[in-house]
């Protein structure tokens, strides 16, 4: 339950306590501010408090806004303040101060002779501005053409609610239901409907995490229906596909409408893209071979490591310069000026093919053409959108003049996900070559793939993977700190996981691929598990977790010995078989820690992947 405190003289005709009433809040009035302390005192520690002027006029949405978002401890519009638990401690410091202030002990606001406030004059507003004065974080959503005041004279008042009158707030609140940064397909052919679907659920109770929870199932129907080989199967899929993306866009508009926010929420919003996507390629392989005999499998696995890698390109590039100093770029200005040109903002935005265009091609090429056109166009897309983001990302690394911090280099070094053996051979080597970590990576990475290629499954190889154990740990001996260390966390995904779709293609044996590609499937989970809490500001999975699955330079060592021991049908059961552990010891630790009390505070959407 939350409880809001109604401060000061009421106005005859105002809506405000029904208002307050509607967004859930339990009413209390107070006469005065030792009243409203006494009343702060009496609300139980664990419930969200609010404390609003009677005299506020404004939006309802506006109140919502600033009164009922889950993200924030503090928050605040004119006239209004509320607090979470997190944020109780404050706002009674905050109060108690108010409270001395007006018996003369202990002037807070600015005052004139008289010992009135000057400045501020609403009992919330002097709280805030006391928090402020603490240095205390407070949130102040932005309301745009939202109104929210606290009138000082009944002219001002009626001025105020003609501007409450001349502004829809409904559509005010649809409008900012969605994303302010989309991809074209999503902002022109799906936002313009799936907001009013997110309003639909809204006003019949239901979840963003139940929509999330629509979508993923409509994916793996999609799934299933491409599994079965027949064109049926394959139009049906495409319907299905879009569907469950229309699905995912109301669930994060529905989160915005409701402010329904939560941890969970963003954790299954992050993961579950990646399960429908991921397993939406599994069915397309396996409708190529029972509709066609067309192994396809390669090229889905191909599919998946791409934009995988993809994906750790973007987050690390953004971890490593978020919190840079002097962080400038002839570069950046440069993508300043074409996004002040409306239509290179849609061009390059449809160049790196977000989610919605990636989505709608491959739903359009199911339907009308074969897994095998549809995974390689998919292939040659994502590759040009990979090209064009990475050359301008180390563009702007090497004409950038930014110093990294400490935070960014061990958000690198996590998401590099290297394990015991590079780490015990870091400390041997020390580094000698520090300042070029993204060449080590490089040169290992390179020459894991191209020996897998060359040599196959042979003790070769596996010396060829040690030295590339050796690479790993030259890489990651000095912090991460240089102008395009970004690129060592991606170029690592890419020599693991390319180095078993090479091996795994090479055994030539039914079952190798789709036991590769599901081994690939658990461990690109737990990079994106990584992504997701370092994103929270909670840090990596704990180390025994790396230790337990080996770190990425392990697995690949481990790989090659299994290649170069077994047989080709015994190497197809030992990838099976270390994808089921790899991903029962992840999924276990992942929920343990999305559903435990130390996961990362809830946040939206980041860009469009």
């Known amino acids: 339950m939350s409880t809001v405190i109604v401060t000061g003289q009421p106005v005859p005709g105002s809506s405000l306590e029904s208002d307050l009433r509607s967004l859930g809040f339990e009413v209390r009035v107070a006469s005065d501010t030792s009243d409203t302390e006494t009343l702060l005192a009496a609300v139980p520690s664990d419930e969200r408090v609010a404390v609003v002027d009677a005299g506020f006029v404004g939006h309802v949405h506006a109140l919502r806004l600033g009164l009922t978002d889950p993200r924030f401890p503090l928050a605040a519009v004119p006239g209004a303040v509320t607090a979470q638990p997190a944020g109780r401690q404050a706002l009674t410091r905050a109060m108690a101060r108010e409270t001395s202030a007006d018996s003369g002990t202990t002037p807070s606001a600015p005052r004139d002779t008289a010992g009135a406030v000057t400045a501020v004059e609403s009992l919330a507003d002097r709280i805030v501005a006391a928090l402020d004065a603490d240095g205390t974080d407070v949130h102040r959503p ?30 005010v609140r649809l409008k900012s239901a969605v994303k302010a940064r989309d991809g074209f397909f999503t902002t022109f052919c799906i936002s313009p409907y799936s907001r009013y679907i997110a309003r639909w659920c809204a006003r019949r109770g239901l979840t963003p995490n139940q929509v999330t929870t629509a979508s993923l199932l409509t994916a793996l129907i999609a799934a299933g229906c491409a599994a079965t080989g027949t064109r049926t199967g394959f139009v049906a899929a495409g319907i299905l596909l879009i569907c469950s993306f229309v699905l995912d866009c109301t669930d994060g508009q529905l989160a915005r409408y409701s402010l329904q926010y939560s941890t969970l929420g963003a954790w299954l919003d992050a993961t579950f893209d990646r399960a429908k996507e991921y397993a939406y390629y599994a069915g397309l392989a396996l409708g190529a071979a029972r509709g066609g005999h067309d192994d396809v499998w390669a090229l889905a696995l191909g599919a998946m490591i791409l934009q995988t890698c993809r994906h750790v390109v973007d987050f690390s590039f953004n971890e490593a310069n978020h919190d840079a100093t002097a ?41 009308f053409t074969t897994p095998r056109i549809t995974l390689s166009v998919l292939i040659i897309g994502c590759a040009i959108a990979a090209t064009y983001t990475t050359a301008g990302r180390v563009l702007r690394s090497v004409t950038r003049k930014a110093r990294r911090t400490d935070r960014a280099a061990q958000a690198l070094a996590d998401l590099s996900d290297n394990g015991p053996l590079s780490g015990l051979l870091a400390r041997v080597v020390r580094g000698r070559f520090a300042y070029l970590a993204p060449l080590s990576a490089a040169l290992g990475a390179v020459g894991m793939v191209v020996g897998a290629w060359q040599l196959g499954a042979s003790w070769w190889l596996v010396l060829l993977a040690g030295a590339y154990v050796l690479f790993s740990a030259e890489a990651l001996a000095h912090p991460l700190k240089g102008a395009l260390d970004w ?48 994103r929270g500001n909670a840090g990596a999975p704990p180390a025994w977790l790396a230790r337990a699955i080996g770190g990425q330079e392990g697995r690949t060592l481990l790989v090659t010995v299994l290649a170069a021991l077994l047989t080709a049908s015994q190497f197809t059961v030992a990838l099976t078989v270390l994808a089921v552990v790899v991903a029962l010891v992840v999924l276990v630790e992942s929920i343990r820690f999305w559903v435990s009390a130390g996961a990362p505070a809830v946040h939206d959407e980041g860009e469009p992947a």
């Open 142 to 171: 932005e309301l745009g053409s939202l109104v929210a005041a606290v009138p000082a004279d009944p002219q001002a008042r009626n001025e105020a609610r003609q501007a409450v009158a001349a502004v829809d707030d409904e559509a």
């Open 327 to 367: 962080n400038t770029s002839p570069t950046a200005a440069l993508s300043g000026k074409l996004d002040s040109v409306g239509w290179t903002v849609w061009v390059r935005r449809m160049i790196v093919l977000p989610i919605g265009e990636r989505w709608a091609m491959i739903a359009v090429l199911t339907a």
């Open 487 to 534: 690129l060592v966390p991606p170029l690592f995904r890419a020599a693991e996981y390319c180095t078993v779709l090479v091996l795994a293609a090479k055994a030539g044996v039914n079952g190798a691929l789709p036991a590769a590609f599901g081994l690939v499937a658990a461990v690109a989970y737990h990079h994106y598990d990584t992504v997701y809490r370092i």
